[in-house]
Every structure is written in C-alpha cells, then in structure tokens.
C-alpha cells in the first residue's frame, strides 16, 4: 500500500493527557498537511510541512498542539493537555510539488480522537 | 475572511437522477476550485478541479465549471449510481500551496 498512513486509526484518552499521532506520507512527496474535521463539517487546515520546515500554522494550532517532521518524512502530531473540544477526526494529507501533480492532495484515513 | 457555502444535505435521490451540488466561495485573490469526495469508510480523494475562469474540471460523470464572476463551482452529474453515495466537499485554494478551505460538506445518498 503506498497512500497515506496514519497510526492510529482510533485514540481514546482521559482529558489533561497528552496524545501522539503518526502520519506517513507518500514517499517522495515534500509536502505534508495536517488537517483537523469535526462531525458534520469540512477539514480545517492546521499546518503544513515542505520537507522537514513548517513553513504555516493556523491560528486554530494553540501552544498545546506541536507538529513535527524531522527528516522531511513522517511527522508527528502532539497534543498536550488534551480537552474535550480537541475530540476530532485529525487527517494527514501529502503532495508533491511537480508541474501537473501539484494542490493534488492525498488524505490519509485519519486518526479519530475522543477525549473524555 | 475567506469562506465557502456548500449545499447543505442530505440529498436523497433515486438511481439516474441528476444531482447538483451548489457552492459558492469568497476568496481574495484567484484560487484554484476543488471537489473532493469521501465514499463511506475511504479517506477523501480528489474528485475534479479547475484552476482559471471558465476552466471545467470533469471526472467519473461528474463536472463543475469554474465561474468567476459568480464566485461559483456547482458540482453536477447527469445520471447518478448507487455507487455515487458519499460526502462531497468543495474546496477553494487559500493561498499557499495545498492550504484549501473546506466547505461542509454535502451527504448524498442514492438508492436503486
């Protein structure tokens, strides 16, 4: 399977937790976004990465929330003292910027997180 | 700021009816227009796209024209399948690369 991956499917934690998501682009992709949906609404952008610098963060991205991508890779999605208004599906998209292939997103199935 | 006003759903329709899926956006600048589906249990997937005035994005029956002077990217299909039940979402670009807005989203349901 070459899509986009993300670990894991389904995150259940107990509210002032801190939680971590993976997402594995696809390879050769330089560009990874972060996205966040709750139910009966459209993705909201978070941040995105081109290789491993995050080049924007949305102003919905609080001090609690930190993104990662080390190698230009995978990135990791933190959440620190999780609240109960952070329950989302978080999805991870990737692209790659060549003529023709380019705003071509590839979403990954996300990862559902329920705070209690 | 920027916004996108999706048809809100869900539309029921009977197997070859024709569907039409009304957006409308408000976006500085000159964005490329977007729809993107999510078929149940999938991850969404880029359905067609179109990036300049009068620019029709087609795939898989489906067609959305690219009208400027409206601020319009109306999804329509002449004659939808079972197979077509899903959420649709229509996504203008925001700027930098990748970064799209989001409508709400719009369930259709097709039966036979």
């Known amino acids: 399977d070459t899509g986009v991956s993300q670990d894991p499917r389904h995150k259940i934690t107990k509210r002032g937790q801190n939680v971590t998501f993976r997402c594995d682009p696809i390879s050769e992709h330089n560009r990874l976004y972060w996205y966040r949906q709750t139910l009966g609404q459209g993705p909201e952008f978070l941040t995105y990465f081109q290789n491993e610098a995050q080049l924007e963060k949305s102003r919905l991205l609080s001090d609690r929330f930190s993104a990662e991508r080390p190698k230009g890779s995978f990135s990791t999605l933190e959440i620190q003292r999780t609240e109960q208004g952070d329950s989302a599906m978080y999805l991870c998209?990737?692209?790659?910027?060549?003529?023709?292939?380019?705003?071509?997103?590839?979403f990954g199935s996300g990862t559902q997180l329920s705070v209690l | 700021g920027d916004s996108v006003t999706q048809m809100e759903g869900p539309v029921t329709l009977s197997e070859e009816a024709f569907l039409t899926i009304n957006c409308t956006y408000t976006a500085t600048g000159y964005p490329s227009l977007f729809w993107y589906v999510q078929y149940p249990g999938e991850g969404l997937q880029l359905l067609l796209k179109?990036?300049?005035?009068?620019d029709k994005g087609s795939n898989k029956g489906f067609e959305a024209t690219y009208r400027k002077e409206t601020t319009s990217f109306h999804l329509e299909k002449g004659s939808v399948q079972v197979s077509d039940s899903a959420v649709y979402f229509c996504a203008p670009s925001a700027g930098s690369w990748g970064k799209l807005q989001f409508g709400a989203g719009t369930q259709v349901v097709v039966t036979p």
């Open positions: 998209a990737s692209s790659h910027t060549s003529t023709g292939v380019s705003e071509k997103l590839f």
């Open positions: 179109a990036t300049k005035a009068d």
